[in-house]
T-cell receptor
Framework: ETGVTQTPRHLVMGMTNKKSLKCEQH?????MYWYKQSAKKPLELMFV???????ENNSVPSRFSPECPNSSHLFLHLHTLQPEDSALYLC????????????FGSGTQLSVL | DQQVKQNSPSLSVQEGRISILNCDYT??????FLWYKKYPAEGPTFLIS?????DKNEDGRFTVFLNKSAKHLSLHIVPSQPGDSAVYFC??????????????FGKGTKLSVKP
């Protein structure tokens, strides 16, 4: 079992759909992150949660809505996405924010039709 | 504008030889640098890091060199093995690079090690 688990691995959705990405970490970490990797672009930070509190929103559109019910779980709720939102969405965790060694999940490959 | 640049999208090396992956950065406030390795269908995994107070850090076959004056770092893999074939991401952080936990990543370099 990997330390950071993401589901689903692949997701295809229409622009009017509502879906959620799930991330769970089994490492006892206190910080969790959502990153986005678009084709031919660097990984971009979307959100940071530290001890369940959101500490960073990197100017992400409101059609992406994160939720962190506890330090082990992180969700990304998606609604009315655009085709340009198609990307690999990666969840990561670290012991605390400021400790830059991140542990990543395998990601959810999202396609918006 | 990109703050962390990996100008070579791909690199091919023969098994047993040295692989050198390069990374340039523009923000002089970066004080901590990391390399991550990513296999297909997996998330990136941490490989090695270096603080700006050092100019070299070695871990087995992997060595990272930092040249602060040139704002350049490189990852050396010696000897290269076919299992090293992956995408390598350079990342940086620091007081000027964003909030805590906000790593700035390069686009990655795909390394292919041929038997």
């Amino acid at each position: 079992e990997t330390g950071v688990t993401q589901t689903p691995r692949h997701l295809v959705m229409g622009m009017t759909n509502k879906k959620s990405l799930k991330c769970e970490q089994h490492l006892g970490h206190n910080a969790m992150y959502w990153y986005k990797q678009s084709a031919k672009k660097p990984l971009e930070l979307m959100f940071v949660y530290n001890f369940k509190e959101q500490t960073e929103n990197n100017s992400v559109p409101s059609r992406f809505s994160p939720e962190c019910p506890n330090s082990s779980h992180l969700f990304l709720h998606l609604h009315t996405l655009q085709p340009e939102d198609s990307a690999l969405y990666l969840c990561a965790s670290s012991q605390e924010t400021g400790l830059e060694k991140l542990f990543f999940g395998s990601g959810t490959q999202l396609s918006v039709l | 504008d990109q703050q962390v640049k990996q100008n070579s999208p791909s690199l091919s090396v023969q098994e047993g030889r040295i692989s050198i992956l390069n990374c340039d950065y523009t923000n002089s406030m970066f004080d901590y640098f990391l390399w991550y390795k990513k296999y297909p269908a997996e998330g990136p995994t941490f490989l090695i890091s270096i603080s700006s107070i050092k100019d070299k850090n070695e871990d087995g076959r992997f060595t990272v060199f930092l040249n602060k004056s040139a704002k350049h770092l490189s990852l050396h893999i010696v000897p290269s093995q076919p299992g090293d074939s992956a995408v390598y991401f350079c990342a940086a952080s620091g007081a000027g690079g964003g909030s805590q936990g906000n790593l700035i990543f390069g686009k990655g370099t795909k390394l292919s090690v041929k038997p």
